[in-house]
């Protein structure tokens, strides 16, 4: 047919096998990345309304021999089609509870939550709840200083099962955002059903709150919403001052973007050695 020969033409598109091999060269890549060292912690700020930080979401990165530093979104889906994301995501929610337990000794640092990324691949391995607590107990971190991040695309899964788990993980004192929020597959009724503590407003409707009345209507309904489900909201991508006044002005409190700071290593690769005490 028509269409089996258009099909047989794409198959041989010397295009699309040149991405087939460059992505099964990053699959190798991103694997022996994870075993040399390669994966970085960066974090964010995340500060209130006025404007001290209380947090920090902490954001992958890969720092590639070659390549230089790759960006998440170059990686992470393939990471997650090919399931190398649960041992990555592993890495991450370890370091970040070592993070974590660094923080907990510095006065200035002590009450800051850490926000990390899920993936809702993570959150479906039947021993994910025991291995939060592991990362957590390993690295003697506290578990009210753990946030993590999921998307609306936990809830096409398994929910009674994701929510069992989230259950679980809240009872440890483990706070939960959903991230994104207004970009993906929305139900508000499975919404209240989730021991959510956090709203994130997606940074596509903050970009232009100040010219579109439509991204501004989005922004209040979402800041009423959360207030009425009694959750916290946290707008993300905010980079100018006027951003800033206007969220604060419809009642957010929460604020994470470059106009407060960009994502930034977490702690140096190699611990400098320490500093001779000062007299
Ligand atoms: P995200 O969770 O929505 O993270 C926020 C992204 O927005 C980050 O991109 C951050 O650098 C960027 N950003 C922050 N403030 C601003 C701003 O003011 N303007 C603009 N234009 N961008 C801003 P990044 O670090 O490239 O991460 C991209 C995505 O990769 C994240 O989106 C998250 O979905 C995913 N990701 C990052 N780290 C992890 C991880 O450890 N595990 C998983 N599963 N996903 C991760
Ligand atoms: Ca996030
Ligand atoms: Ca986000
Ligand atoms: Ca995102």
Known sequence: SKAAGRNAVRFFDPAMQARVVQRATLQRELRHGLRDGELALFGQPIVDAQAQTCGQEALLRWRHPVRGMVPPAEFIPVAEQTGLILPIGQWVLREACRVLARWAADPARAGWTLAVNLSARQLRQPDFVASVQAALADAGADPRRLKLELTESLLLHDVEDTIAKMEA???LGIQFALDD???????????KRLPLTQLKIDRSFVRDLLSDPNDAAIARTILQLAQ???????????ETVGQYEVLRAMG??????YHFGRPAPLEPADPPAAAPAQP
Request: net charge negative.
């Open 169 to 171: 993980l809240a009872s």
């Open 181 to 191: 929020f207004g970009t993906g597959y929305s139900s508000l009724a499975y919404l």
């Open 228 to 238: 009425s489900l009694e959750m916290e909201v946290v707008a993300e991508g905010v």
């Open 252 to 257: 957010c409190r929460l604020f994470q973007g």
